[in-house]
């Protein structure tokens, strides 16, 4: 950046053409974002404390919906435009500012728990020597071909996806009426490792082109000493979860508003098929006509 001593104000009415834009070196048109995250164990009080994180069902539905309402979610515009003489040019948004994001993690000695909920104590518990993650994200923004008016569609491609393990385990485990907890290996895995790359396509288009021969596949997966233990215990956690799962997201799906509203609209039209059944037809006088009129003899 260029020294901020140098800027001075200027009032754009006392400036003849050019205009003067003190503020054009510290301008830029795009932004590029590293995050790094090191989880590593601590010492305290003599005792090494190891990175541990707990979450519940409700946990990840919290994630999912945090995902679908504020990431994934697009802000339409309001009382913007001729109608609401709102004619104003709105600012360039920080999420579309980015250009490229870069994010890494890397995990030592991490456990993972998951339980179904805090009075069903059945769940799963990862644990992991060493896991690295590297991302790295493009944002593309493309315009919207159609005939009504849209923002250009903003959408992250991956450029770049590895994750590299250790030691990687997954066991399960169930609390009984005693108190006692029992717990059984599920899978193990020696070493993992897992990459997606496309820098061999083209990447302004992302579109699925021919790879070049030197590197003709995009996923990479590599795992040594994979063991799998299928038993009474573990197929009976793996389907009540699986189970809790399926009827949570069955019952949000019945009880969103999209269901209401389709309910609210069949009570609608069956009171008024029943008024139009109740309401007694107006007679009709076919015969006389309606200025006809009838003589007694």
């Not at 989880?39 to 999912?64: D, M, N």
């Not at 339980?115 to 020597?129: E, F, H, K, M």
């Amino acid at each position: 950046l260029a020294d901020h001593h140098s800027i001075i104000p200027v009032s754009k009415f006392r400036v003849s053409p050019p205009f003067v834009d003190s503020y054009a070196a510290f301008r830029s048109s795009n932004l590029d974002l590293l995050i790094n995250l090191n989880i590593q164990s601590v010492h305290r009080s003599g005792q090494e404390l190891k990175p541990k994180f707990v979450c519940y069902a409700s946990t990840i539905r919290w994630l999912e919906n945090f995902r679908n309402n504020i990431i994934l979610n697009v802000t339409r515009p309001t009382r913007k435009g001729t109608v609401w003489y709102n004619v104003r040019i709105p600012k360039k948004k920080l999420s579309r500012h980015y250009r490229v994001i870069t994010f890494n993690l890397n995990l030592n000695d991490f456990q993972l728990s998951y339980w179904s909920s805090y009075s069903n104590r059945i769940g799963l518990v990862l644990r992991v020597n060493a896991l690295t993650l590297n991302s790295e994200y493009k944002l593309a923004i493309k315009p919207v071909i159609d005939r009504l008016v849209h923002r250009p569609r903003a959408k992250f491609h991956v450029l770049h996806f590895g994750v590299n393990t250790s030691n990687f385990e997954v066991d399960t485990r169930s609390f009984a009426t005693n108190g006692e907890m029992k717990e059984i290996e599920f899978v193990y895995i020696n070493s993992f490792s897992y990459t997606y790359n496309t820098t061999n396509y083209d990447q302004d288009s992302f579109d699925d082109v021919t790879p070049v021969e030197s590197n003709p596949y995009r996923h990479h997966v590599e795992a040594t000493t994979v063991k799998f233990l299928w038993n009474c215990f573990n197929r009976k956690i793996v389907f009540s979860l699986y189970e809790s799962y399926e009827n949570n997201r069955i019952l949000r799906k019945n009880m969103s508003t999209e269901v209401l509203r389709g309910i609210s609209l069949l009570k609608k039209a069956l009171k008024q098929s029943s008024l139009s059944e109740h309401t007694p037809a107006k007679p009709e006088n076919c015969l006389l006509g309606p200025t006809s009129t009838l003589k007694s003899s």
